[in-house]
């Protein structure tokens, strides 16, 4: 059974790189597939060439190539850093860190009271917006620290990426100070009402959690998480 050589797998990974396909993980996924394709092709079709038996392969995956693969990737990816968000989360709602969670969910709602009535709602908002601005600054910032480390070792990881820009924390948590402005929903608040302020605190304390889960504890687990998704990231 003939087979591939080093310099044809090489030729499948610069294949795959020039049709639109950056990620180094789904590289592999995409040269394995191909090179089995290859080999089994050679094993009914001996006397095709290289390059023919590869175009074969590609032609299988329909007019748009690769890019139906690379968006299923990009979903399986997403879902499972959706996971492994939530996990991250609901370790906070645990142990002596309910405390921690009700202590500050007392104190927000105390500081509230304090806040003048007509400047309440404001307030609010503006907690928010710091959080969203944070979330913006530090996404900003760990984007371009992902793309140096990227460029500095030549490869990159989808689930990595996704790590490193937050998935879609941006998106969801913009969303909040942006709602809670529109006029509809501020002229129909109560913000004298107890129940209403610690209801607040505790939006914003659980927006919270999620930030810092996202900003700084799956980071912090990045390699980890990437070894065990990826077996060959420990070797590289």
Do not use: C
């Amino acid at each position: 059974m003939a087979q591939l050589t080093i310099e044809q797998i090489q030729e499948l990974y610069s294949f795959v790189r020039k049709h639109y396909v950056e990620h180094y993980d789904l590289q592999m996924e995409l040269a394995d597939h191909l090179a089995n394709g290859i080999e089994e092709q050679w094993q009914r079709h001996p006397e095709r060439t290289f390059n023919e038996a590869r175009l074969t392969e590609f032609r299988k995956f329909g007019v748009a190539g690769f890019q139906d693969v690379i968006d299923k990737k990009g979903q399986a990816i997403r879902k499972k850093y959706r996971h492994i968000l939530w996990g991250f989360y609901i370790e906070f709602f645990r142990g002596p860190k309910i405390g921690l969670i009700f202590g500050l969910v007392l104190f927000i709602t105390t500081l509230l009271l304090f806040i003048p009535l007509v400047f309440r709602y404001n307030a609010v908002i503006a907690m928010f917006f710091l959080i969203v601005l944070t979330v913006f600054y530090s996404a900003f910032k760990s984007r371009r620290d992902n793309e140096l480390e990227a460029k500095k070792y030549g490869k990159k990881w989808m689930l990595k990426d996704v790590i490193y820009s937050y998935g879609n924390l941006i998106h969801m948590i913009n969303l909040l100070p942006l709602t809670l402005n529109m006029g509809y929903i501020r002229d129909r608040v109560p913000m004298d009402n107890f129940w209403v302020l610690m209801a607040f605190a505790i939006g914003i304390v659980l927006t919270l959690i999620l930030s810092y889960v996202t900003i700084f504890v799956i980071p912090s687990k990045a390699d980890e998480l990437l070894g065990k998704t990826y077996p060959e990231y420990k070797l590289l």
